[in-house]
């Protein structure tokens, strides 16, 4: 049985991208992308432009995925265009590329850690320190879990977190934040007086909403799921950080296209520089891999996922408010 560092080695021949795929999927899914914006804002029927709107959200979160293992380094490393296609769509998500990169490489390497500093991840509490926090900071910690605020992630985690927090943190640093903010209000702007308020609805308000909603939910869920583990800084290891604490997310082929391989949650955080398109081949040839913790986007296990708020050590899970005394 590979484990540990044996297991991340045994992933190395997977690390390797195929650059004619890599450009394939990114410039399909940016030109589908195109298209079905253009079809919300052209086509003449109300339901066409409904439908058209729905697969916006879906390729957006798909070219977010997709930017991601850029951000990784994983595909199109050191390509000029890619950088300003990528750059170009961060700036377009509300996801300035510097932020995002630094906020979820910390996530990468300090995924399950407890007493570590939440940047890019949901915060964890354990049952004591709940219980020893102030109203306030019990007040914070639960409105960042809850699941309004992944609901309204476009405006909460992205529009505030990503851009607004961050310039009025550093604004010397985080300058581009602004820029991020006046680019898309201008879009938003532009869309309404030049084409209407539906059409700005249809072919820009309702795509980024469920799109960001979507990818709030997801990252929740693949490292906050009922047999999730978290451990002390001694204890844990990157491998074991991987495969104890981040979910196979099992969905239909479908969505896994939609979603970009996302649903193989432990085997890219064990090797990040896997592309997305190979996922599915490293699980297949490593039976280590092969019987993950599994979560779903079924209603259940959605409700079971967002139920979850606290750290337990004595029983070694998360539980719900609920389960507390």
Not at 306 to 317: I, S
């Amino acid at each position: 049985m590979l484990e540990g560092k044996q297991l991340i080695i045994a992933t190395k021949p997977f690390a390797s991208e195929i650059r004619w795929k890599s450009w394939f999927h990114t410039i399909s899914s940016l030109l589908l992308l195109s298209g079905f914006i253009i079809g919300t804002i052209y086509i003449p029927n109300i339901w066409g432009r409904i439908l058209c709107s729905i697969f916006s959200a879906m390729l957006l979160a798909r070219c977010f995925i997709i930017f991601h293992d850029y951000q990784h380094h994983t595909i199109l490393h050191k390509s000029p265009l890619a950088n300003v296609l990528f750059t170009a769509f961060g700036i377009y998500m509300l996801t300035p590329p510097n932020i995002w990169k630094r906020s979820h490489d910390h996530h990468h390497n300090h995924n399950a850690k407890l007493f570590s500093v939440s940047i890019g991840s949901f915060p964890i509490m354990t049952k004591q320190k709940f219980k020893d926090a102030s109203k306030t900071e019990r007040m914070v910690y639960l409105s960042i879990r809850h699941p309004i605020n992944m609901f309204f992630a476009y405006f909460t985690t992205f529009m505030y977190g990503m851009c607004i927090q961050s310039f009025l943190s550093s604004p010397r640093r985080h300058w581009d934040s602004l820029v991020v903010l006046i680019i898309h209000f201008s879009i938003a702007i532009f869309l309404f007086v030049h084409f209407g308020w539906l059409t700005w609805f249809l072919a820009f308000f309702l795509p980024f909403f469920l799109s960001h909603m979507l990818g709030s939910y997801l990252f929740y869920a693949q490292h906050n799921f009922p047999e999730a583990v978290f451990r002390n800084n001694v204890e844990w290891s990157y491998a074991n950080a991987a495969l104890e604490s981040s979910s196979y997310m099992a969905m239909n082929p479908f969505f896994e296209w939609v979603t970009a391989n996302i649903g193989y949650h432990h085997i890219h955080h064990l090797n990040s520089r896997i592309p997305f398109y190979r996922l599915p081949e490293v699980m297949e040839k490593i039976p280590e891999l092969q019987h993950p913790k599994v979560t779903t986007l079924k209603p259940w296990d959605i409700a079971a996922c967002l139920r979850l708020k606290l750290w337990d050590p004595d029983q070694n899970k998360m539980i719900p408010l609920s389960k507390m005394s």
